[in-house]
């Protein structure tokens, strides 16, 4: 047997192609729903409002309350309250199905068929495994990392006896076959993307300026990451693929949300694109000096010249910083949560 497991807040379409997609090679599906956000914000629960419509799909769909305690919400730590909900869910799953195998992941990242099928085929001998996908950002064919490129977390397949807690934290082997991808924002306008800075555990993003219409059509206009990612492999740009070169899972993807897609190819030279991407990425962190009008300005010019000066010497500085593994000396430490 095989469950999908996954928290879920308000994201009916990503939890509606997750289903349709996966349901040939999954047996049953949990959604993991809460009354709080992991902001702490009291919400509604979107899903089980939903239940009715849910059950028109036609596979089995169950939906589990994520009690988050009271003392962890008031503590602020959106991070603590995410690392609870998922463990509570994970770990309530897997009780159920302690020899079956076990996807679990966020709803927008969704495996491959193949790779379920990958997983199942292992047996008795799956233990733990990632899941790597293709990292969308915006549309479902803007590739901002392939899996080789990504060193973030993804979702994970695993016999449900051999759960752990803060599985995300784990590196465990890959599992072979198509990738799955990463759907992140994809779909969404400036109010869903501000609605999700408001509710998910990145309270540095909760800005309003940062989730504006001018702001993402200014990511989208030259195709970049409009989360910051000037100084991350593939310096925030994006490529795009078009439809001969879809995965299975983008073929079954453009069928059902065709406004997932855009195939309109990148415009602006490289170079721009990086200045526009170290423009955006000073405009996260408040340090902008200029406006993103400079992005276009001539390049000779001053307001050209030097953020691409100041992009070229920060990037250089940060490999070199990255590659002594001096990072590590910042990196945030865990929360200790059941």
């Known amino acids: ?150 060193r973030g977390k993804w979702g994970n397949g695993l016999l449900g006896k051999h759960w752990v807690p803060r599985i995300r934290r784990g590196t465990y082997p890959l599992v072979g076959g198509e990738p799955g991808a990463h759907l992140s924002y994809v779909g969404m306008d400036a109010e869903g993307v501000r609605r999700k800075y408001q509710a998910f555990s990145h309270g540095e993003l909760d800005r309003e300026e940062l989730s504006s219409a001018a702001f993402l059509s200014f990511a989208d206009s030259f195709h970049i990451s409009h989360i910051g990612r000037a100084l991350e492999p593939g310096a925030g740009l994006l490529s795009v693929v078009q439809e001969p070169d879809f995965t299975d899972l983008q073929k079954n993807a453009v069928v059902q949300f065709p406004r997932w897609f855009d195939l309109a190819p990148v415009t602006h030279p490289r170079h721009r694109r990086a200045v526009a991407s170290w423009l955006l990425f000073l405009a996260i962190r408040g340090s902008l000096r200029g406006t993103f009008d400079d992005a276009h300005a001539p390049v000779y010019s001053w307001r050209w010249l030097r953020h691409a000066v100041a992009y070229a010497a920060v990037w250089a500085a940060w490999k070199v910083f990255v590659g002594l593994q001096l990072n590590r000396l910042f990196q945030r430490q865990p929360t200790i949560t059941p």
């Open 1 to 150: 047997m095989v469950v999908d497991a996954v928290l879920v807040n308000d994201e009916w379409d990503f939890v509606l192609f997750r289903i349709r997609y996966l349901s040939p090679v999954v047996d049953k599906f949990y959604l993991g729903e809460s009354s709080v956000s992991f902001s702490g914000m009291p919400k509604d629960r979107y899903f089980h409002s939903r239940q009715a419509e849910i059950d028109t799909l036609g596979v089995e769909v169950e939906i589990l309350d994520i009690d988050i305690p009271l003392d962890l919400v008031n503590g602020g730590d959106r991070w603590a309250v995410e690392t609870y909900a998922r463990n509570t869910l994970l770990q309530k799953v897997c009780e159920r199905h302690l020899d079956d195998v076990v996807l679990f992941a966020d709803a927008d990242e969704v495996p491959s068929r193949d790779q379920v099928r990958n997983l199942v085929n292992l047996g008795a001998g799956l233990e733990i495994m990632s899941i790597p996908t293709d990292v969308c950002m915006r549309k479902a064919n803007w590739i901002e990392f392939w899996p080789e490129q990504w």
